[in-house]
């Protein structure tokens, strides 16, 4: 079956752009995890949603991050007034339910914010 | 705070020798823990993970790890490494922390197998 999908798969962007990055989980996942990885990092955790509500949000590092799961299923991550920093790989994860369950990742998405 | 540390960023070994890579992590309350594993150009993949019971876990590809409480570890092993083993391994922990349910990542071990 199809796993999780992400796109796009790279985005250019210049400083103070806006941006939208979506996740297509498998289907049937309650779950759904994002990530951003730098360069010789581990994925780093931003937000965690159990069907549409954010389970957990702690991990967005400030209010120019957002993301909406409107029905359950895709997702999407915003990004106001990109910055420099802000460059890295978005990952995308679902689970069949929860915290417990093994991780499905996605491709993610390479951003670069010039 | 929940946390994980992976203690050495690169282990070199040779072919069909054993490897140990370690994983320590803090939490205050019971966690799930998990292996994935990146190879080169590919995604994260689930390489075993140990929720309750026995702390022994096996994995795929002939690889296991044993849950520590004491030592709060969760070293991965595998007897005789292949090439085809390469990759980046990265330690993950899940549970409650702060009132909130999170994941956290290890900063990964990057395994190169010598022919």
């Known amino acids: 079956g199809a796993g999780v999908s992400q796109t796009p798969s790279n985005k250019v962007t210049e400083k103070g752009k806006y941006v939208e990055l979506r996740c297509d989980p498998i289907s049937g996942h309650t779950a759904l995890y994002w990530y951003r990885q730098s360069l010789g990092q581990g994925p780093e955790f931003l937000i965690y949603f159990q069907g549409t509500g954010a389970a957990d949000d702690s991990g967005l590092p400030n209010d120019r991050f957002f993301a909406v799961r409107p029905e359950g299923s895709v997702s999407t991550l915003k990004i106001q007034r990109t910055e420099r920093g802000d460059s890295a790989v978005y990952l995308c994860a679902s689970s069949l339910q929860g915290l417990g369950d093994e991780q499905y990742f996605g491709p993610g998405t390479r951003l670069t914010v010039t | 705070a929940q946390s994980v540390t992976q203690l050495d960023s690169q282990v070199p070994v040779f072919e069909e020798a054993p490897v140990e890579l370690r994983c320590n992590y803090s939490?205050?309350?019971?966690?799930?823990l998990f292996w994935y594993v990146q190879y080169p150009n590919q995604g994260l993949q689930l390489l075993l993970k140990y929720l309750s019971g026995s702390t022994l876990v096996k994995g795929i590809n002939g690889f296991e790890a044993e849950f520590n409480k004491s030592q709060t570890s969760f070293h991965l092993r595998k007897p005789s490494v292949h090439i085809s083993d390469t990759a980046e391994y990265f330690c993950?922990?899940?549970?409650?922390?702060?009132?909130?349910?999170?994941?956290?990542f290890g900063t990964g071990t990057k395994l190169q197998v010598i022919p």
């Open positions: 993950a922990v899940s549970g409650i922390s702060g009132g909130y349910q999170k994941v956290t």
């Open positions: 939490s205050s309350v019971s966690v799930y």
